[in-house]
């Protein structure tokens, strides 16, 4: 696949995924463009399913918005709020570790730079690239299962991890669509070009797919 290709895939994606819901996190950022909204949900979206992720960022965030007031909150009365999400129990302690970092070392705001943002607990590059892209408009390409698995099934990467998909991407794909990938793939990811038996019959996007992996699809 070369560059005129992935120009003609990124339009085709972006009418495509509008049949689909839009993955919970871009849905925070639209309704308000808050930094700390956006990490602190991507945070609790690690290994969660979006109506999950969903439900616990709206009922954290009715109580606590920031930094200072999660603070006022407990552990054990944000595990309550957030439950059931996967790892509630430490991801609970790691929201109360980051608004403390956050107060004492940043003034309570949140950090722009992927390098500040992966030295906070419980966040790693996927993260750190979702913050910076969504809330504070920046180019970075984040890249989580979805996105690893579909640019590797595309043959555009030949990568092993999602952090090799990442800066393979970061060398290939042109910077025009950095912000959006994230979003298209994951929603791609969820509806179609699922991890086992993709539908690859109703794909979009099929006449350029190499389908790399792929040993059954409907």
Known sequence: MNIPQMQ?????????????????????AEEKNDPFRILISTMLSLRTKDTTTAAASR??????????????????????LIYPVGFYHTKARNILRVCRILIDQYAGTVPDSIEQLV?????GRKTANLVVSLGFGKDGICVDT???????????????????????????????????????LVTWGQNVCTPISPKC????????????????SR
Request: proline share 6%.
């Open 59 to 80: 009922k954290l965030f009715a109580v606590a918005d920031s930094p200072v007031s999660m603070l006022r909150l407990s552990q054990k009365r944000i595990e309550k």
């Open 8 to 28: 003609k895939i990124v339009p085709r994606l972006k009418r495509a995924v509008q049949a689909y819901e839009t993955p919970i996190v871009e849905v925070i």
């Open 146 to 184: 979805h996105v690893h698995r579909i640019s590797n099934r595309l043959g555009y990467v030949r990568t092993r991890t999602p952090f090799e998909t990442e800066m393979a991407l970061r060398k290939k794909l042109p910077r025009t669509y950095w912000r959006d990938i994230n979003v298209l």
């Open 201 to 216: 019959s109703e794909c979009a996007i099929r006449q350029w797919c190499k389908r790399v992996g792929v040993e059954k």
């Open 119 to 123: 030295e906070l607990p419980g966040v």
